[in-house]
């Protein structure tokens, strides 16, 4: 079993302060990783240096087996939606389609145009008149289109409404059962990861307070549930910080 | 949902191919299609203004070559003409066509990157498999590639 992300001493410095440091981690494939910890606990910055958006300050990251984050190879199996969804405006559905298909070795577009045709999103229909909930599915289906190994998701769901959160992490879910993409989402929406995550990673002040799998931590902490859990850590690190 | 059978999983890196440059230049033309028209069209433009402005100056130029004997009072005197009805021309194209390159630069080059930071799209383009030094490099070379071709069209 390979791990899908490896981090080694991971730290990135910005102006000044560390956003993340010490950052030692190790994610097994097959899983949907929920990466989660309070705003400005270094989330985006971890999964920036995982994807290669950001190079790393101090020490190491890999992923999917080794391979040097943001090296062609890496990129080449993982398909990145950042926050907020971004998706060209001023292109169509169909346009992004072949944009993503030229701009990847592998991409599928038959099973694409489907999804969208399931999603009722008109092909023709310009990215930025589509609503909300609709651009964030595109910009997935942007993604799994290419067929990767690993789906990093950035708070995919922080601008969404309650519809729309659950559709979203439903089309996830199903990429999850029928191609056995492993997954790391970030959020600090706790409630929706509870029913889909499998393992959990803390992260607070920057640092990497808890992970592991999600039944085994609830096991040795005695807690019922995830949100619990990272609710208790939250508020324990955010009592030492004072 | 429909079937999402992994009929082409991805296995074996070392048969993977890059992505095509053509089809790199397809995405930066999709994109910037206005823009890369918009520089065609303001450098055709000139074109005509060149030829317009140069063929009766050539024609003129060829005259007061011709001109014999060519010390004499009526010869001086053409080239006295001709200087002032083309000099200030010329001097005005010779600074367009310094000025224009850069303008073009600064007006419709430099927004293709700057744009992607604003909007955060570079989050999407460089993350894709083509990579983000492939992707820069290929989108510089086709914006650039648009320029030369008009000014080299502007030049002959």
Known sequence: MTNVIEADHLGKHYRGTWALRECTLAIPAGHVAALVGPNGAGKTTLLNLAVGLAAPSAGAVTVLGGRTAGSRAALDGIAFVAQDTPVYQNLSAQDLLHLTRNLNRHFDMGYARGRLGELGIPLKRKAGKLSGGQQAQLALTLALGRRPRLLVLDEPLANLDPVARHDFMAAVMTAVAADGVSVLLSSHVLAELERVADYLILLSQGRVQLAGKAGDLLASHHMAGLEELAMAYMRETLEVAK | ?156
């Not at chain 2, 095509?20 to 230049?25: E, G, L, Q």
Request: overall charge positive; charged content about 15%; proline content about 4%.
């Open chain 2, 1 to 156: 949902m429909t079937a999402l059978t992994m009929s082409a999983r991805l296995g074996n890196d070392t048969d993977l191919r890059p992505v095509p440059w053509r089809r790199m230049a397809w995405v930066t033309w999709r994109q910037h299609r206005f823009a890369l028209a918009g520089v065609a069209g303001l450098l055709g433009v000139l074109a005509a203004y060149l030829v317009f402005t140069g063929l009766p100056m050539h024609h003129a130029y060829a005259a007061l070559t011709a001109c014999r004997p060519a010390g004499s009072l009526a010869c001086s005197n053409a080239i006295g003409d001709f200087d002032n009805a083309h000099w200030s021309t010329a001097e005005a194209i010779a600074v367009l066509l310094q000025v224009v390159p850069a303008l073009i630069g600064a007006f419709a080059a430099a927004p293709v990157l700057a744009q992607e930071l604003e909007t955060g799209t570079f989050r999407y383009a460089w993350t894709q498999g083509i990579g983000p030094t492939r992707w820069t490099l290929a989108k510089l070379a086709r914006i650039s590639a648009q320029e030369v071709r008009g000014n080299v069209q502007v030049i002959s």
